[in-house]
DNA sequence: TCAATGCTTCGGTCCAGATCGAAGCATGAA
DNA sequence: TTCATGCTTCGATCTGGACCGAAGCATTGA
């Protein structure tokens, strides 16, 4: 009788309703905090906090610390795997739910994460720093090289005046809407400002979305290629 | 947020410990009585009877009177499939219920998948036939070729009445234990039934193990080298 | 330093559902 | 008919765990 693995352990963990609508939302790929998944699953925070290191501990999800937020994810393509091949079996049975609501583009395109640029742009911004080596990269941790401090300061930067003992020049981020790494750091942050400061975006009030205009855009895109 | 199928249900149906029991007794892919699966369970009858209207209001079972018996039974294949795929996450994490005893390796070994040879014997059958040119794999879709045919009809087998619009001939199955492919489909059955009728190997009352005889294995490894 | 934010821990409430005994229905055997 | 068996339904109990408010902790910003 008792043989193999443990599967009620695993659809005990899947079967409450608030920790499937946290699976789900992380089905998109994306990484989200605490506080968006205990949103979307519509349960309070205490809740979804304890519900969060349940399904940690049982090796469905991942986690990052970063600065005040804890940023969880599905543990990897098995997990999703997983629950997809549960959702394809749910769907088959006529197990179903209600359609979704339309997502803000625009914050997906650019948007502020505290104090850098996050995003589509974000992350095109530092794919190009790596691809050029502006910006070295060595696993979590990121390095402005002997180039990218040349580049950097000729885009009108003073690289100097942004070294403090209290934050890093860069640091990855993770970005949610891309599921890739940003720029942070008191560099993300400067060349933000740089773009605000010159005009090519602003940003849009109540709101963490970022608006390029049309000609800022344009250069953006010629400052920051992507192969 | 309430998007996709509802995996929560399915994971409750799954989450209770009688009723996986129930469900993984049969994976065994034989039918049983509400009192076998009770006992399997360790619940008493009414219990078990409850816990089964629900698994079959659920769509994972499928229930035939005869006489004052009710046999139960997986609904299809694809419930099959869908847990022995759960099986394999919950094991990949660690989630085993057990101290491994004497009958574990015997089911690593080989074991019934529903109606297939699953384990070690199972996959190595499919890595023999893949490396053969008996079956092709394209991606996840496993397709006899014609060398195969006449191969797999050298053996006995009668492929021509293997063929049915409702089931796959050639299906990949992942494997908990080795965490890769065998082979499932009619294919399979037919495959695992012949091994049984010719006297390679039998199976383990009350459990999912198949049983070798020494000879049976020692054919077993001369008709499906591995290199 | 203090205040704000994001999250966890603590303490207590509450309820869905798992459980079983007893009674109720079938079916089959005599 | 009468009895035995297999299973379901009913009624009642009980508990695991989902839930939230308040307090506590950690990080960041001012």
Redesign the pocket.
């Known amino acids: 009788m008792k043989e193999g693995p443990d599967i009620a352990r695993l659809g005990?963990l899947i079967?409450?309703?608030?920790?499937a609508n946290m699976l789900t939302a992380l089905m998109g790929g994306q990484a989200l905090?605490?506080?968006?998944l205990?949103q979307a699953?519509?349960?309070?925070?205490?809740?979804?906090?304890?519900?969060?290191?349940?399904l940690e501990d049982g090796g469905l999800l991942s986690?990052r610390?970063?600065?005040?937020?804890?940023?969880f994810a599905l543990a990897d393509t098995a997990t999703g795997a997983m629950l997809e091949s549960l959702m394809g079996f749910a769907a088959s049975r006529g197990h179903l739910r209600h359609k979704p609501g339309p997502k803000d583009p625009a914050l997906r395109k650019a948007r502020i994460c505290?104090?850098h640029l996050a995003g589509d742009f974000g992350v095109r911004m530092l794919d190009s720093f790596l691809c050029e080596g502006v910006i070295a990269a060595e696993g979590e941790k990121l390095t402005l090289t002997k180039a990218g401090h040349a580049r950097v300061s000729a885009l009108g930067i003073d690289v100097e005046s942004l070294h403090s003992p209290?934050?890093p020049l860069c640091k990855s981020c993770l970005d949610w809407s891309e599921r890739r790494s940003h720029l942070a750091g008191s560099l993300g942050r400067a060349l933000l400002g740089h773009f605000i400061d010159n005009g090519w975006a602003r940003r849009v009030a109540d709101s963490r979305i970022i608006d390029f205009t049309p000609e800022g855009e344009r250069r953006f895109m010629a400052v920051f290629p992507v192969d």
């Open positions: 005990t079967g409450d309703p608030a920790r905090t605490a506080s968006e205990a699953a519509g349960v309070s925070l205490p809740t979804a906090s304890s519900h969060l290191s349940k986690q610390k970063q600065g005040r937020h804890r940023y505290y104090d209290r934050r």
